[in-house]
């Protein structure tokens, strides 16, 4: 083992057989352990550390988790394909880049994700969405050529929104219904609501992409600055310690 000491020789490695594991999953990082297995948590970013067992963990905890590489990601594996009836895209290795930081970057700005219902099946659909004003159509085409190049369909389509904050109002929509998106979206941990967002501890090469696409969908400027908005205080402490 090393770390910034030196290094500490293993003297001896100890195993067992569980009948339960937990995967705590953020920002692209996952770990797996048995379900009383003890992780260092606390109840905000700031909070004091407090012992806890893997199976208490919950959402919207901060614990330690590995980080594969100190200079952050670029490569995504999803894994083997799922046994879903009808699937077929699923590409098992994913190289981040400029572009997938555009279209995470939107998301994080315009986005929301999840299961709907669907009737008369029994099984929800995956879907994530992106709402542009009208005004914003660029970025809407933006998104779906980045997801086409990528080999994932995305309709858009000019749709009315009866609860906008000052009346009904239209935006452009972008939907997705491939299962791998949300998945892979879910795997890098970028929430699914507004006041979920994360932002994936990514690469330092491909944070310029990521808060840009952030900034083009929820940023403005003026003389002599540039800000951004996020329902999601936990993002913007994401982005701050991207951009350190």
Same mark, same amino acid.
């Given at each position: 083992?090393?770390? &910034? ?22 920002? *692209? ?7 009383? $297995?003890? $992780?260092?948590?606390?109840?905000? @970013?700031?909070? +004091?550390?407090?012992?806890? =067992? ?15 590489? +100190?200079?952050?990601?670029? $490569?995504?594996?999803?894994? !083997? ?8 895209? @699923?590409? %098992? ?36 969405? @992106?709402?542009?004003? !009208?005004?914003?159509?660029?970025? /809407?085409? %933006? ?16 749709? =009315? ?7 009904? /109002? ?6 997705? &219904?491939?299962?791998?998106?949300? %998945? ?14 994360? /932002? +994936?501890?990514? $690469?330092?090469?491909?944070? +310029? ?12 400027? *003026? !003389?002599?600055?540039? =800000? ?17």
């Amino acid at each position: 083992l090393r770390d &910034r000491g030196g290094s500490t020789r293993v003297r001896a490695v100890m195993g067992r057989k569980v009948t339960e594991t937990v995967t705590v999953v953020a920002r *692209g990082l996952s770990l797996t352990t048995s379900d009383d $297995h003890r $992780h260092l948590v606390a109840d905000r @970013w700031d909070g +004091p550390l407090l012992e806890t =067992k893997a199976r208490d963990v919950m959402p919207g905890d901060w614990v330690f988790i590995p980080q594969p590489s +100190p200079s952050g990601l670029r $490569h995504i594996s999803m894994g !083997p394909k799922p046994r879903v009836k009808a699937l077929r895209f @699923w590409p %098992e290795e994913v190289e981040l880049d400029h572009d997938w930081m555009r279209v995470i970057g939107l998301y994080l700005a315009e986005g929301h994700s999840g299961i709907y219902r669907r009737t008369g099946r029994a099984r929800g659909g995956p879907n994530v969405v @992106w709402n542009f004003g !009208p005004s914003a159509r660029p970025l /809407a085409d %933006e998104v779906v050529r980045i997801l086409a190049e990528k080999g994932i369909h995305a309709d858009l389509k000019l749709t =009315k929104v009866s609860e906008a904050t000052y009346g009904p /109002a239209q935006c452009w929509r972008v939907r997705c &219904r491939v299962l791998w998106l949300n %998945e892979f979206f879910t795997k890098l941990g970028l929430g699914h609501e507004a006041w979920t967002k994360r /932002a +994936p501890d990514v $690469h330092a090469d491909l944070v +310029p992409g990521l808060i840009g696409g952030w900034l083009d969908g929820d940023g403005s400027s *003026g !003389p002599g600055f540039i =800000k951004g908005f996020s329902r999601s205080t936990a993002m913007i402490v994401d982005f701050w310690r991207l951009l350190a």
